[in-house]
């Protein structure tokens, strides 16, 4: 189908394209400036389409629900970290909306279609690939990749397609439907929530995208002086520790606080947490470093992991290694870069792979799930097990469907130590010890989460007591959270953050340069405000109720076994709750005012 | 009094060890005190991790596993563990 050029505006196409995988049926619909103030792009703008196409009324995984691929007006320019793209849908794993981001030039060849958004609904007859050429779009079959990994895939693609394409993929677990596949492009991924089984309820294994389409900049000259301070600024004290020793560096300081989640988040420190931690590794193996596209970080750290005596990589981050190290108390370096690889390998989610894991391995031990080979500490049983979810065989296949899902299925009182929230397992820091981000983790919209609530960076400050927490960091889990929705709409690397002396005016002077508008610090604040009150309007009409906005119970009635101090209870977290809501000016249960929930 | 000083992340990169421990005359010390203390002693230190006399801001202290220290000043005493390590934790 062929669809008309548009012309370029500033930072916007002001168009999105609708795309049903159904009937080929093609829609280009506009985007007013009034909506792209409102979301920015990426997760904000992919937010309000779903609203628009009624997302939350549809099973997360039927034909009729919507998935947004969400670009910016930052995209393409030369803003270091900004080729950036969200990947917006109601998540299988939670019901509740959902946003992955990820980086790659996927986001810049994907804008250059001519587009703000690509939004794909239906379900294609076979195994298919989107090919957007601008205004060409076609479906094209997939079957000779059917079961391939996602760098596999993506390696025959660019064989298959000329060279000026780009690819989102799926491996053989967003095939499957596993409710936390990912959805991976240039080694990278979409990563939590189960993108990738929505991408493959559609049967779309891939998404390939080019074009040529270029949108303006208001203020060519100062954006580029701009960029050229931000890219400075980058590779200055705020970032060294991602670029020397990359997210990892958070092994030890978090085992030493006692806030390292360790076998099913029992403990909060791990025995070989030494034999985890980048210093270690860095003498043990080869390693490289690599950038995403348009980034000058370089945060990425890229281990040699000899496999069956063949070389081979693995790409590692500090939730990689707590979610199949410590928290399956695993401490051998081999085994746990092994189940990041194959994580990748399949196209899964590590937090929710190892959080579930985690979990079976401690109803094993309490008897309660019939799988005696599923011990805490066996290395080679992660491994059975990563191989069992991403082949969606045997266990694996209750295994797939997330520890909530395992919970419910299983009883026996186990939903209180599945390590969850709203269903998506629970990132690498303690709640107990961490009594900030245990708010951001009870309220957030996708579930328990540190990229949309950087609420730990409170607990890691002067301001707070992060083991006992009172009313007054309920104000400061919203601005943490304010920030992650500008962010992420902008969209920007968070690991810039501590570069800016003053964020949201520093980011108004961003987009204006860009857009032309005339924003200011506190219009980004009200967009940020508005940005999650779309995620919780998306909530609310999927079914959220306020029962939802908590904690697992272990945590609300036991301290760390390793640290007496860090406890909490259900009073304290619904007192910050209550007074989190009323800060976002929602009711005390955190209801919007607007709750016949206007689109 | 002795104070032991932990170092994680960047700080540990510069200084090149895990751990040491401060002999000082006073029986008690302004946390800042002891930094600049660790800072006169480690040159490399000094260069990527202070701000003139005041920790650098993208680091952070912590007392004994505790409370934080980055802008405001604490008391160290004898026995105390003063964790020195970099401020943004995202992962």
């Known amino acids: 189908m062929l669809v008309d050029k548009v012309s370029n505006k500033n930072g916007y196409h002001h168009q999105y394209l609708e795309v049903n995988v159904s009937t080929g049926e093609c829609i280009r619909h506009p985007l007013e400036t009034t909506t792209l103030k409102r979301t920015i792009g990426g997760s904000g703008l992919g937010t309000q389409l779903l609203l628009e196409h009624e997302s939350w009324k549809y099973d997360p995984l039927s034909a009729e629900s919507s998935i947004v691929f969400a670009f910016s007006p930052l995209v393409g320019s030369p803003l270091t970290t900004s080729a950036k793209f969200a990947v917006v849908s109601r998540s299988p794993l939670t019901g509740r909306i959902n946003d992955s981001l990820a980086s790659s030039q996927f986001a810049i060849a994907g804008k250059r279609t001519g587009n703000d958004a690509l939004l794909v609904k239906g379900r294609a007859d076979s195994l298919s690939i989107l090919v957007v050429d601008e205004g060409n779009i076609e479906i094209q079959s997939a079957t000779h990749l059917a079961g391939l990994s ?36 240039s080694g990278r991924h979409a990563g939590r929530g189960g993108s990738g089984a929505v991408l493959g309820s559609k049967n779309i294994k891939a998404i390939a995208v080019r074009g040529k389409q270029r949108t303006n900049w208001h203020n060519t000259e100062q954006l580029v002086e701009s960029a050229r301070d931000l890219s400075q600024r980058s590779f200055g004290p705020a970032t060294e520790k991602y670029r020397e020793l990359g997210t990892a560096a958070n092994v030890l300081v978090f085992n030493r606080l006692n806030c390292l989640p360790t076998r099913n988040f029992q403990k909060g420190s791990f025995h070989d947490a030494i034999e985890l931690s980048p210093e270690s590794m860095n003498l043990a193996r080869e390693k490289i470093r690599e950038s995403c ?3 000058t970080i370089g945060c990425t750290h890229v281990y040699s992991v000899p496999v069956d005596g063949k070389p081979s990589r693995a790409r590692i981050e500090y939730e990689n290694l707590f979610a199949l190290g410590p928290l399956c108390e695993i401490g051998d370096q081999q085994i746990v870069l092994e189940a990041s690889q194959l994580c990748d390998h399949y196209g899964i989610d590590t937090i929710s792979t190892g959080g579930t894991i985690a979990f079976a391995m401690e109803c094993v031990e309490q008897n309660i799930l019939n799988e005696p080979w599923l011990r805490f500490g066996d290395g080679q049983a992660l491994i059975q097990a990563i191989h069992l979810i991403g082949q969606y065989k045997g266990l694996g296949k209750r295994l797939a469907q997330g520890s909530r899902a395992l919970a419910m299925e299983l009883g026996k009182g186990t939903l209180a130590f ?28 996708r579930g328990a989460d540190h990229n949309r609530s950087g609420a730990y960076e409170v607990d890691f400050s002067e ?15 919203v601005e943490t959270e304010n920030k992650a929705a500008i962010m992420d709409s902008l969209i920007l690397c968070k690991f810039l953050r501590g570069v800016f002396d003053d964020y949201f005016a520093e980011c108004a002077v961003m987009l204006n340069l860009i857009t032309g508008w005339n924003l200011h ?49 259900r009073q304290t977290l619904e007192t910050l709750i209550k007074a989190y809501n009323l800060e976002r000016g929602w009711d005390a249960l955190g209801f919007l005012p607007d709750s016949s929930t206007i689109v | 009094m002795k104070i032991k000083i932990e170092y994680f992340g960047i700080p540990r990169q510069r ?26 002693k480690h040159p490399a230190f000094e260069k990527h991790c202070m701000d003139g006399n005041t920790i650098n801001r993208h680091l952070t202290v912590n007392l004994n596993g505790n409370q934080f220290f980055q802008t405001e000043d604490g008391t160290a005493r004898d026995g105390d563990a003063l964790l020195i390590l970099s401020m943004d934790a995202g992962g």
């Open chain 1, 463 to 477: 301001a707070v007591d992060r083991r006992n927490a009172d009313v007054s960091q309920a104000r400061l889990a």
């Open chain 2, 15 to 40: 200084v090149g060890i895990a751990s040491e421990i401060y002999e000082f005359e006073q029986e008690e010390m302004g946390i800042q005190d002891v930094i600049r203390a660790v800072a006169q």
């Open chain 1, 293 to 295: 596209a348009a980034c």
């Open chain 1, 150 to 185: 996602a760098e596999q895939t993506e390696a025959q693609l660019k064989d298959q397609f000329p060279k000026d394409y780009s690819f989102a993929v799926i491996g053989p677990a967003g095939e499957k439907l596993v409710h936390f596949a990912t959805i991976s492009h």
């Open chain 1, 418 to 445: 599945a390590p969850q929230v709203k269903g998506l397992e629970l990132p690498g820091y303690e709640p107990r010890a961490l009594q900030t981000m245990a708010l951001g983790f009870a309220v957030g919209t």
């Open chain 1, 521 to 569: 610090a506190q219009d980004l604040v009200q967009t940020a405000e508005e940005i999650i009150n779309a995620k919780k309007r998306f909530n609310i009409l999927s079914g959220w109720t306020p029962e939802e906005d908590t904690l697992p119970e272990r945590m609300l009635t036991s301290a760390l076994e390793d640290d007496q101090d860090a406890r909490l209870n």
